[in-house]
């Protein structure tokens, strides 16, 4: 293992329990990249996620970590860093967890701008309960709940939490892991709330029902259907039925929760002199 | 660490204890430095084809790999 | 009386399946008890896979196997952890194709090929554990051999039940070709 | 069908086989492990019988959607494990006020919180009562094998259809994912009860009116009979009505008709307990060692009996209380640290020494445990 | 009262618990009208609702009617319309109802497009439980518990819901009742998840709180701020603050979820012949 | 400060007064009826002593926002009702597995259900024990009156992180809602305990380690300790752990402090049992008219006493047990249909008849309605 | 419906016990057709400047107004 | 002693904030016992309003009144349920500008034209509460007239101590002008 990595790892918990070639372990790695690049403090730093394979990263990463309930990630993390603003505050999320259970949570820290970075592991399925359709499965695939095939429709994640009111909203994949890694920097770095969605390999209960068996078909797969925002936004829907959009969807400045929050004090001192 | 695969000089080191034989590391490497061994443990058979090109570390989803140079370990 | 079987080894492998043919061949088609369980990682998924199969005269009371009489090893693991809980004058059934090292002096020992058979005379690696039933019904005589032929082609995937029957035969015969206590490893 | 058949089934095909039976057209979930099966398999059986499958964003979508179906008459069902049936508990109060039909399966795991989810457990015995806040009725189910949980499954659902009540079956990731032989019944050997339809035209109907037995007619929706359900106190109308008067009257009806009705649910055995000395009062999967357990301690001589309850909530107190009567000692074996020991203290209320036999750490009972446990107090030796 | 409205109210459970000038009776009314003119039959249409001032409205309508429990209404219609989806279905909610504690359930209808109509009574205030500040009371407003202010930032639900894959979304308002109407007679007859936010009046929490205290004020507030959304179009991101868009939003034709469940089962008929 | 002070609050207001003195320095909560004037009151009091309020989307994003804040090592607060509480109890569980210290208000309303929010109840007392999944430990207090809400409150805080436990503290719609004179009092005189912090450096620390009282050093997020907290169940350095052995040391650890440590939640309180026949167990508001019709029998020489239970769970059994030894009855008077009643008649076993006099109508006891139920037991006219 | 304010002819009606006196239907009415009682009750004032735009009955939040013409009842 | 008040009308006329002066004056200025609570219509606001106070030397065991000692009733529908539930000995305060029907030959009733005082008199109708806080300490000596001007002064709102302190001298003196019973009513 890199010596910079190792760093920020808790080694003695590895090998981790993700299956072989799950892509869990890229976007794992990937944020820890991001983490050094910025120089963060472990110290200072507080990773929260909830219930899933991928909700276990934060076990194997040696910062404060809390594992919490299903799709609720957010909201302990809301209480972590309303009550210590100083905290880098970090969720890890499924794309069940964040967007099924925990649609609501994620919708409503977008809402507010809280200085939280989300980063959702996409992998299109319930991993850890066993192959499940998850609101990103798509439409007509197969899954264990979903043996003639999946009736709902997908959300498109980014677009969701960019109208939500996100500030820093981006997709990346496992295939691209660099821009990926980019992209969870400029995310932690943001003031508000920002998302990224790392698209990530289940190849054994997304992959194997819908005949991409292996973590190296999955990763074609991200390859051979990414198409970037900027061409993206030059095709037709038809054309990009079935592509993965990767990119950087919104980045711009807004009033942070707890600064809004913090200001609204200072304005109003004298009505809170009192007592 | 348990095991280096080769000599000091060799760019890629494949810690055995990690990999899980998924064999994206091979097939993704640009240059096929790396194959798989009996049990598809990636291994580094082409040391010195290695461009350095860091993919095989970035994208293993076992931490398996480090490429040494510039900015690894 | 009442037979414990456990068929232990890795996820994949078709442990579970092979235990559920057993239990069913029991209970539909012998008319006796049984109950088949399996365990579970923490997160049901991946690692050691074990099933464990009862068969009875009579209603189980205890659905895990505490010691059994008769064990399928298709993985070194599966091996050294339960060969311990078998009976004093029970079977370890051990896939030689998959367990390099096993105790060759232990009367209870009998070692095949099971995945080595599946993979070069049959083809398909996927059989080896009805290959394995094959094996068990011929080491034991809890089921007969028409329910478990039954119990196959009811329980395997559509399309596969002549391969699988195949395999089931095949197994039966290797009995011959197995190696007792006393012999050297088969691979 | 016609005759009767064996069939080797996992606890949680049962449940949905069962269902199927009893006339369940709708199951909404969330899947949750040790539960996840009953869903899946409902995804693929539900259509071939004309019904309807949904998979909910969580498990109080799933819960307040089957409420929701039922409302149109169709039978309906969700099924959950410990987190999720914790999620639940409001809406499951919902269906309790407002009397709608449901049946809600919980294949409990080892908890608190997330615990340890491939671990069987017995620890939410009392949240099956408890869970939503106020009193309200519900019935809950603990049967002891797969076979039982096939009737079970069954007679959940005629319970909460005649009586108008959400019925609880809680299994545990044993019985859920073991697999024995269940004899199936011949068709025209299954009694299905239904809801009662309304005995009027859509202008006299009154949802809430109690016509005697406690339980009010049900029309469903979309059939000409507009009404209004609530989640509020209500009258004889079905319209909001926060008087105390009201509030007196319908807490005990629906409190009432649940005492009135206990043939309809009350379901225990009773074996060997006419000279019994020592009482084991079992449910769910322990049972099935414990029964092991007695039988050896009948054969070494010891007078044990056993009073099995699977129909846990309502307790069946009058039984219990007439067995505790006539034994010196009652051991009630648990997979939790004694729930419904505390109910059997209570019912037995000294008449004999209660005492439990314990496990909080995921694993199941061995007979041998259950018998070391009998002998202990039958040898007197504490 | 107006004999065509009467045939479709409880009118022995009038007057209703609003308080004077409370905007709710007005959309009401609107949706009474646009199920006239569409001639639905009272038999076969089922009102959902959750808890608030605004869920009580289906108390007074002479339908199917079904109050839930808070936020809750959308899986409750979602169960009603899977179990028959030849039963029309609308969904009355609050601002905090369907926002708030609901959110997620609205998301998930919106992509499932799932044939329902959603009415949402937005008040931008909690009404019932007496006037807390909701996810759409806008920033640095007040309320009982933003005593210095609201340091949430508000949702453009139309947006959210727009995004989550909806087929129809319109915002209108209590004092354009005409156009309000319209959009909810569309809202109904379009298959698919239709959403109608309608801006309503609580002049006694809201109104009273934030300097619009009576009906009148609040309908004028309406009046004065409400900028359609072809105009909206042409303005500037600060014009627009504080501004009401008011108009269709979104209109389009897509597979709704019931079909799209009997077109797979369809497609798979050989797979679940067997048993 | 300084001097007693004596002041008219309602209990709502009571909760949030000795919450800051406790030093709350966190709340999030969602309104509802009867407890929204708490979070009302918090908005605007906290930041005045440099704390934080927020008003989460749901009940379920309040209770884990509570935990979040308690992991910094700021003590934390929630507040609801009978449907919000039964929404709070999947992470009242997480909070009581993984030992963060909590303080969860419920002021109960008529249930089940919606109900009727406005009116007062006591029907979520089972509920404050049972209402999450698996085995717990957990602290509910049930004052009587306003003052005593104030008490409550800050001895609820020292519970909860003296113990590293959820506590719940139980009003009603009455005393949330009614005013009272509360003697406040002196800062010198309120005794606040903390939760115990690390006693090692970072690198020693082991953050579920029983040092001897079964209560773990707990160590602030964000100063230099960092360790794993999760809801799976887990071994002594905080990771996950699926062995049955480990379930077992853990499950019996948290279960085990809490018998343990009795002495720092139990509160009762005893009048006029020496000489008592007769035995009123109360808590909450009811106690308030059960003293007035226990001084009137009293004076017409009936020999009744009263055992006030105020920290309701975990419940006081040794203590009942001695006392039901003396008399010949008990009566429990409840505004619900009979929930703390199970838990005596449990205890009791049989050494005291015990019965119980209960609304379930929405309104609150008159002095007369105890009164004359002491009268029909004491004359035995029954 | 206990009350009917004028004569047949009236093409305003105001159904006083429903009326919550908010004045909405007052305050919008384009012809001031309408008017406050002493209790704040709307009445009708001026029937004959009525142009039957109907504002006031789809506006009133208590169902209290009822315009007569093609459309109403 | 214990003397049991109850203020009711309709909801915005400050019956509760007259119930919390009332019982603040006792307990945080008289030193006595006071409990104060109301009644909430289901869904907490508008309609009838209710305010109950019990003023007490000991501890208060009942928040409710039971029968009021004085019923201060400011709108026909509290006169209407409300009177029957008054002491035989008790005062019904009627404020005769909202309460146009009470019976005049009830000896319990003391009419005065309170809102009418606070209307045109003091040009603040919201000021009536306060009006009657100063009949009610006339016609009892539950709280003393100090007690009850501290209270005045901490709870209404700021800016507003001095019409409600001039409000609650006029009510004080207003006693004189209340029609006691048998003559006819003031408005
Ligand atoms: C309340 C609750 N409901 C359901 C579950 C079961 N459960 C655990 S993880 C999971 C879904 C995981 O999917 P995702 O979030 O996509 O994570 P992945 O495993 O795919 O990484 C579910 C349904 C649970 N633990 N708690
Ligand atoms: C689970 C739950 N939480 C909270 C409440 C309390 N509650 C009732 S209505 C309501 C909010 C109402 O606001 P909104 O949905 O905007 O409706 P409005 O009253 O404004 O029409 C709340 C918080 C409840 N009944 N149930
Ligand atoms: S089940 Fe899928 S997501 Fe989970 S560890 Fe395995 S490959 Fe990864
Ligand atoms: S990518 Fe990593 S785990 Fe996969 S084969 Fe290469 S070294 Fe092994
Ligand atoms: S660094 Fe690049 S070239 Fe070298 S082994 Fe890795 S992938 Fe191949
Ligand atoms: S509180 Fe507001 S929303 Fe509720 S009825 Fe009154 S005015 Fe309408
Ligand atoms: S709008 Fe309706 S309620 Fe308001 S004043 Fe006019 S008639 Fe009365
Ligand atoms: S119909 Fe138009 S003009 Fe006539 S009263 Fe109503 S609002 Fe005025
Ligand atoms: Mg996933
Ligand atoms: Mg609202």
Same mark, same amino acid.
């Given at each position: ?275 | ?73 | ?8 080894? @890795?996820?994949?492998? /078709?442990? !579970? $399946?092979?235990?559920?043919? +057993? ?6 088609? #012998? ?54 809980? @078998?009976?004093?004058? /029970?079977? !370890? $059934?051990?896939?030689?194709? +998959? ?6 002096? #232990? ?66 015969? +290797? ?13 | ?382």
């Amino acid at each position: 293992m890199n010596d910079k990595l190792k760093a920020y790892f808790r080694t003695d918990h590895l090998p981790h329990i993700w299956c072989p070639g799950c892509g869990n372990g890229i976007v794992t790695a990937a944020i820890v990249r991001a983490i050094d690049d910025l120089g963060w403090s472990k110290d200072d730093t507080v990773f929260v996620s909830g219930i899933g394979c991928s909700s276990r990263a934060p076990g194997y990463l040696d910062f404060n970590t809390l594992h919490t309930t299903h799709g609720r990630a957010l909201v302990f993390a809301t209480g972590v860093k309303v009550a210590r603003p100083d905290l880098n505050v970090i969720v890890i999320t499924g794309d069940g967890d964040a967007s099924a259970i925990g649609g609501n949570h994620l919708i409503h820290a977008a809402r507010r701008n809280i200085d939280i970075t989300t980063i959702c592991f996409n992998n299109n399925i319930y991993g850890m309960t066993g192959g499940q359709y998850s609101p990103l499965s798509p439409t007509d695939s197969f899954a264990s709940t979903a043996p003639y095939g999946n009736a709902d429709r997908t959300f498109d994640l980014c677009r969701l939490v960019e109208a939500a009111g996100a500030s820093y909203v981006a997709r990346g994949t496992t295939y691209h892991v660099t821009p990926l890694t980019n992209m969870i920097r400029r995310g932690l770095e943001k003031k508000g709330f920002s998302f990224v969605e790392a698209m990530t390999a289940c190849p054994v209960y997304f992959g194997r029902r819908n005949k991409l068996p292996t973590g190296v078909d999955l990763l074609n797969w991200q390859r051979d259907n990414a198409v970037p925002v900027s061409r993206a936004a030059k095709m037709e829907p038809e054309e990009l039925a079935g592509k993965i959009v990767i990119g950087t969807f919104l980045d711009v400045e807004m009033p942070e929760y707890t600064e809004t929050y913090e200001r609204l004090l200072k304005e109003h001192a004298a009505d809170r002199s009192g007592e | 660490m348990s095991s280096k695969e080769l000599s000091a000089e060799t760019p890629v080191r494949i810690d055995r204890s990690l990999c899980k034989a998924c064999g994206i590391c091979i097939a993704f490497c640009p240059k096929q430095v790396l194959e798989a061994d009996e049990g598809a443990i990636a291994v580094v058979a082409h040391p010195e084809e290695c461009i350095r090109c860091r993919m095989c570390e970035l994208r293993c989803p076992d931490f398996a790999v480090t490429v040494r140079g510039d900015r690894g370990g | 009386m009442q037979t414990q079987l456990r068929l232990a080894g @890795t996820g994949g492998q /078709g442990q !579970i $399946l092979a235990g559920i043919i +057993l239990a069913d061949a029991a209970v539909t088609y #012998d008319v006796k008890y049984a109950t088949q369980s399996q365990s579970y990682g923490p997160e049901s998924r991946g690692g050691a896979s074990r099933a464990d199969v009862v068969i009875s005269d009579e209603p189980v009371d205890y659905p895990k196997v505490i010691e059994a009489d008769l064990l399928l090893c298709m993985s070194q693991e599966a091996y050294d952890k339960y060969a311990k809980d @078998t009976t004093e004058d /029970g079977i !370890i $059934l051990v896939d030689s194709t +998959l367990v390099p090292s096993y105790c060759n002096e #232990d009367p209870r020992v009998v070692a095949c090929p099971i995945t080595g058979v599946a993979r070069d005379e049959l083809g398909r690696i996927i059989v080896a554990n009805v290959v394995a039933l094959g094996l068990i019904v011929e080491l034991t005589d809890i089921v007969s051999t028409e329910a478990v032929r039954k119990a196959v082609a009811a329980r395997v995937p559509p399309g596969t039940q002549e391969a699988n029957l195949r395999a089931f035969e095949r197994g039966r015969s +290797l009995i011959n070709e197995c190696l007792t206590p006393g012999k050297t490893s088969g691979e | 069908m016609g005759e009767t058949t064996r069939r080797l089934m996992q606890g949680n095909e049962a449940i949905v086989e069962a269902a199927l039976v009893a006339g369940c057209r709708f199951f909404a979930g969330y899947p949750i492990t040790p539960s996840t099966e009953i869903a899946e398999l409902l995804a693929a059986r539900l259509p071939q019988a004309g019904g309807r499958f949904i998979q909910m964003e969580d498990e109080i979508a799933s819960m307040g959607a089957a409420i929701g179906a039922s409302l149109t008459g169709t039978k309906s069902m969700t099924a959950t494990s410990g987190p999720g049936f914790s999620l639940k508990q409001e809406n499951l109060g919902f269906a309790s006020l407002t009397e709608v039909p449901v049946v809600v399966v919980n294949v409990q795991r080892m908890g608190p919180s997330t615990g340890m989810p491939t671990a069987p457990s017995q620890g939410d015995i009392m949240q099956a009562r408890w869970g939503t806040h106020g009193d309200h009725p519900v019935v809950a189910m603990a049967p002891a094998s797969v076979g039982e949980t096939y009737e079970a499954t069954i007679k959940a659902f005629n319970i909460s259809e005649a009586l108008r009540v959400p019925v609880v079956i809680l299994l545990d990731e044993v019985i859920g994912h073991m697999r024995e032989g269940v004899e199936i019944p011949r068709a025209e050997d299954i009694q299905l009860l239904e809801r009662k339809g309304p005995s009027t035209g859509p202008a006299d109907h009154l949802p809430y009116a109690d016509d005697g037995t406690g339980v009010p007619e049900m029309a469903p929706f979309g059939t000409g009979y507009r009404y209004h359900v609530t989640g509020l106190f209500h009258d004889e109308t079905g319209f909001p009505d926060m008087s105390n008067a009201t509030a007196d009257t319908l807490m005990r009806r629906i409190m009432g008709k649940m005492e009135r009705h206990r043939d309809v649910y009350e379901w225990t055995e009773t074996t060997d307990t006419e000279d019994a000395e020592v009482l084991l009062v079992t449910y769910g999967s322990p049972a099935q060692a414990a029964r092991s357990a007695i039988r050896r301690a009948r054969r070494e001589g010891m007078k044990v009996g056993e009073f099995r309850v699977v129909t846990v909530w309502p307790f069946p107190e009058e039984r219990l209380r007439q067995l505790a009567g006539g034994v010196r000692e009652i051991i009630v074996p648990e997979m939790n640290l004694g729930q419904l020991r505390l109910e059997v203290e209570r019912v037995v209320a000294g008449r004999a020494r209660v005492s439990g036999i314990n496990r909080t750490d995921g694993d199941i009972f061995k007979p041998d445990e259950i018998y070391a446990g009998i002998r202990e107090v039958y040898g007197g030796e504490r």
